[in-house]
Structures are given as C-alpha cells and as structure tokens.
Nanobody, 124 residues
Framework: VQLQASGGGLIQAGGSLRLSCAAS????????MGWFRQAPGKEREFVAA????????YDADSVKGRFTISRDNAKNTVYLQMDKLKPEDTAVYYCAADPRPLGGWRDYNGINYWGKGTQVTVSS
C-alpha cells in the first residue's frame, strides 16, 4: 500500500482544514487507517484511526470533538476533517495503514505503511 497525504496549509486559529490520504493498492479496504502528527522537537503522536469498514473510529483526547476521521473505500481515500484548529495543532501530519485494532494505534511503532507528511500550520 502506498499512501499520499495532501490538504495541509496555513490557517488561522479557529479555522478548518480537510486532509486527504490517497492509497494505491488493492488491499486498501482491508486495512485500518489512521493519522499521526509530529511537531518540531516532539515525538510523533496518534491523532485518529478508522476501521477498515469505516464504521468504527478512535480519536486522541486532544482532538475529540474537533477532528473527524472518515474513509471512502470506493475512492481508496481516508480523510481527516479538522475544525476549531488551535496553534498547538501545528505539525506535520502523516497518514498510515495497519491491520492492528484501533485501540493499538496509540503506539506508532511497527505501523506497516506510512505516507509522506503534509504540513499544517495554525497561526494565532
């Protein structure tokens, strides 16, 4: 599975962005998908994950109520809708694919596939 993230940019606090991650490969619909982010000088952290079916999602506490993850298996794409953005959301965002259960996504070690990141910068 190859992943390509897009949709990042510069946005003012309180604004919204939608990230997309396009996947190639026939196995896309069999993988759980997720997003991580990494700010300068900080460790990569989990943001959100969605099950292969799109029915179940799992969010980090820091983004609950503000970010929504979804997927469209017909388009081989996973999305991250980010609302009410805060300066502390500034980071490079990475999409990922892995078969592990959603509860195991907090640990980024051993994730099967990573996309190249997309920069999100939130100004105050």
């Amino acid at each position: 599975v190859q992943l390509q993230a897009s949709g990042g940019g510069l946005i003012q606090a309180g604004g919204s962005l939608r990230l997309s991650c396009a996947a190639s490969g026939r196995a896309f619909s069999s993988y759980n998908m997720g997003w991580f982010r990494q700010a300068p000088g900080k460790e990569r952290e989990f943001v959100a994950a969605v099950s292969w079916s799109g029915i179940s999602t799992y969010d980090a506490d820091s983004v609950k109520g503000r970010f929504t993850i979804s997927r469209d298996n017909a388009k081989n794409t996973v999305y991250l809708q980010m609302d009410k953005l805060k300066p502390e959301d500034t980071a490079v965002y990475y999409c990922a694919a892995d078969p592990r259960p959603l509860g195991g996504w907090r640990d980024y070690n051993g994730i099967n596939y990573w996309g190249k990141g997309t920069q999100v910068t939130v100004s105050s």
